[in-house]
């Protein structure tokens, strides 16, 4: 079975830093680039914050270009998403999700595997 396990949530005081983890399963990683979503509270889901694609690259929406990191380690078939400088407007359910060979940010349509979420909360 095909298993996104999203991690790492929690509360965390404006300005302070959160990594997430999103470990995979059922599915060949290295076919896949995993991007992270995030919903907040009455919202859509967004798009993707940033890829991770299958050849190593990396994107970041301009929304948090500078303050996530993305990174992979295919070893361990495990995403993260280090999340610094965070914000009360960070506030959202995170997800991870899996595109086959996606080279661009995309939207939730793009995007095959979902993980079930984790939320984190930013206090001001």
Known sequence: ?????????GLVQAGGSLRLSCAASGFTF??????WFRQAPGKER?????ISSSDGSTYYAD???GRFTCSSDNAKNTV??????LKPEDTAV????AGVNLDYLG????Y????????VTVSS
């Not at 967004?46 to 940033?50: I, K, T």
């Open 107 to 110: 939207v939730p349509y793009d």
């Open 30 to 35: 290295d076919d896949y680039a995993i991007g």
């Open 94 to 97: 995170y997800y991870c999700a």
């Open 46 to 50: 967004e798009g993707a914050l940033c």
């Open 1 to 9: 079975d095909v298993q996104l396990q999203a991690s790492g949530g």
């Open 80 to 85: 993260y998403l280090q999340m610094n400088s």
């Open 63 to 65: 929304s948090v270009k």
């Open 112 to 119: 095959d595997y979902w993980g079930q979420g984790t939320q």
